[in-house]
């Protein structure tokens, strides 16, 4: 009887030293430090200012929204790597595509791989450099937008998918698209920023 108590109280006291583990972790990651509540999903952020997120460079330069201020931001979060040719397609697209890549619009793709993967995609598909690309660094980002549950994604939890946010120059998030289709969308969000007008 003393071997079961000892067994429940052990057990019990792990428990608990996890929960604590986990709930202080959380408060101290990156993402738990001065960010606005994780939206629900990539839909529910439609109407409402842009979180604050951090993406980092090639170079380890971090940018926030601060960086994009005054332009309309396509915000394009996708597998990478593991999304290939569909991904690597829609981030050559916006790198060869002039109405993305102006003083007034910029299309940003964000993956989650390391920039020694991400180069070495490059080098299999030369185009991807003309992208803008920014790391999210341990999915950071893509966790607090809700960007690792939507239809898209192959990898639930992991990994984004194939979803783009349209951010106007004031910052609202103008217009979510979710695409399990994964088709080039360079047309229809370049007429949902005319719509913005």
């Not at 030293?17 to 529910?44: E, H, M, R, W």
């Not at 966790?143 to 898209?152: D, E, I, K, V």
């Not at 106007?168 to 719509?195: C, W």
């Amino acid at each position: 009887m003393n071997n079961n108590k000892s067994t429940v109280i052990i057990v019990s006291l792990f428990a608990i030293i996890v929960l604590l583990l986990g709930y202080f972790l959380s408060k101290n990651s990156p993402q738990g430090q001065g960010s606005q509540a994780s939206a629900s999903t990539p839909s529910d952020l439609a109407g409402k200012p842009m979180p604050e997120i951090k993406l980092l460079d090639k170079n380890g330069r971090v940018y926030t929204l601060a960086d994009f201020k005054g332009k309309t931001v396509v915000l394009f979060f996708n597998e990478g790597l593991m999304c290939y040719p569909a991904c690597w397609n829609q981030i050559a697209a916006f790198g060869g595509d002039p109405r993305f890549n102006n003083d007034e619009i910029q299309a940003i793709s964000v993956v989650a791989d390391s920039v020694g993967d991400w180069q070495r995609a490059i080098m299999q598909m030369p185009q991807l450099a003309k992208s803008t690309t920014l790391f999210d660094v341990n999915t950071y980002a893509s966790r607090q937008l809700g960007m690792l549950t939507t239809a898209s994604s192959m990898h639930k939890g992991i990994l984004p998918g194939h979803t783009y946010v349209l951010i106007d120059k004031n910052g609202i998030v103008r217009y979510v698209l979710d695409d399990p289709n994964m088709a080039i969308a360079n047309d229809i969000l370049f007429t949902k920023i005319g719509e913005l007008k």
